[in-house]
T-cell receptor, first 110, second 115 residues
Framework: GENVEQHPSTLSVQEGDSAVIKCTYS??????FPWYKQELGKGPQLIID?????GEKKDQRIAVTLNKTAKHFSLHITETQPEDSAVYFC?????????FGIGTKLQVIP | DTEVTQTPKHLVMGMTNKKSLKCEQH?????MYWYKQKAKKPPELMFV???????INESVPSRFSPECPNSSLLNLHLHALQPEDSALYLC??????????????FGPGTRLTVL
C-alpha cells in the first residue's frame, strides 16, 4: 500500500507570513494529489488538487507543486490569515484507495 | 450543490445496541466512501461503493455493515460495537468520471460514542 509522510506535524506562523507543508509518497502509480483542510468538528474539505501531468497549480493564496520524480508534493499558503488555522492533510491517490498523511496543524497567530 | 449530508450528527450507543449511520448526496456521484477518524489522527478508509456495489473493504470487522440502497444513499449499520470504535465517521462521494482522479467531497461526519 501507499506510504505517505507529511511534515511538519505542527506549524505556527505570524499572520501575513507564508506556510509550506510537504508530503512524500511511495507509490509511483499515484496520479492525483489533493490537499484537504479540516476545521474542528467538520469533515475534510478539498482546498486544492493537482494531477500528475501538471507541475504546479495556483488558486489565489494557495498553490500546490508536484515533483513526480522525487515523489513529493507541497502546499504553499501565502499571506496567511487567522481563518487558515486548521489541520491540513495530503491524500495521494492510488486507484480508489486514498491514504491520508498524518496531518499538519497550522496555527496562524494574529 | 456540492453537499454530502450525514445523520445523525452525534450518536451514543451501548455495546449491545444496533444503530445505523446515514449519508446522502445529490451530486450524481457514483462512488461513495466510509472513513473512520480517531481524535488527532487522519481519516482511515473503511469501505468504497462503486455503482452501488461494494468495491473495497479494508478488512473492517463484521460489526460494521455497509449498505448502498441506491446511488444517492449510503448506510453504515452498527452492531455489538466496542468502546474503541468510538470515533468520527465520515462519508464521502466522488463522480467516478475520470479514472482514479475524481475529487472526493466529504460530509461533516457522525460523532459516535460507544459506552
Amino acid at each position: 500500500g501507499e506510504n505517505v509522510e507529511q511534515h511538519p506535524s505542527t506549524l505556527s506562523v505570524q499572520e501575513g507570513d507564508s506556510a509550506v507543508i510537504k508530503c512524500t509518497y511511495s507509490d509511483s502509480a499515484s496520479n492525483y494529489f489533493p490537499w484537504y483542510k479540516q476545521e474542528l468538528g467538520k469533515g475534510p474539505q478539498l482546498i486544492i488538487d493537482i494531477r500528475s501531468n501538471v507541475g504546479e497549480k495556483k488558486d489565489q493564496r494557495i498553490a500546490v507543486t508536484l515533483n513526480k520524480t522525487a515523489k513529493h508534493f507541497s502546499l504553499h499558503i501565502t499571506e496567511t490569515q487567522p481563518e487558515d488555522s486548521a489541520v491540513y492533510f495530503c491524500a495521494p491517490r492510488e486507484d480508489q484507495k486514498v491514504t491520508f498523511g498524518i496531518g499538519t496543524k497550522l496555527q496562524v497567530i494574529p | 450543490d456540492t453537499e454530502v449530508t450525514q445523520t445523525p450528527k452525534h450518536l451514543v450507543m451501548g455495546m449491545t445496541n444496533k444503530k445505523s449511520l446515514k449519508c446522502e448526496q445529490h451530486m450524481g456521484h457514483r462512488a461513495m466512501y466510509w472513513y473512520k477518524q480517531k481524535a488527532k489522527k487522519p481519516p482511515e478508509l473503511m469501505f468504497v461503493y462503486s455503482y452501488e456495489k461494494l468495491s473495497i473493504n479494508e478488512s473492517v470487522p463484521s460489526r460494521f455493515s455497509p449498505e448502498c440502497p441506491n446511488s444517492s444513499l449510503l448506510n453504515l449499520h452498527l452492531h455489538a460495537l466496542q468502546p474503541e470504535d468510538s470515533a468520527l465517521y465520515l462519508c464521502a462521494s466522488s463522480q467516478l468520471g475520470r479514472q482514479y482522479t475524481d475529487t472526493q467531497y466529504f460530509g461533516p461526519g457522525t460523532r459516535l460514542t460507544v459506552l
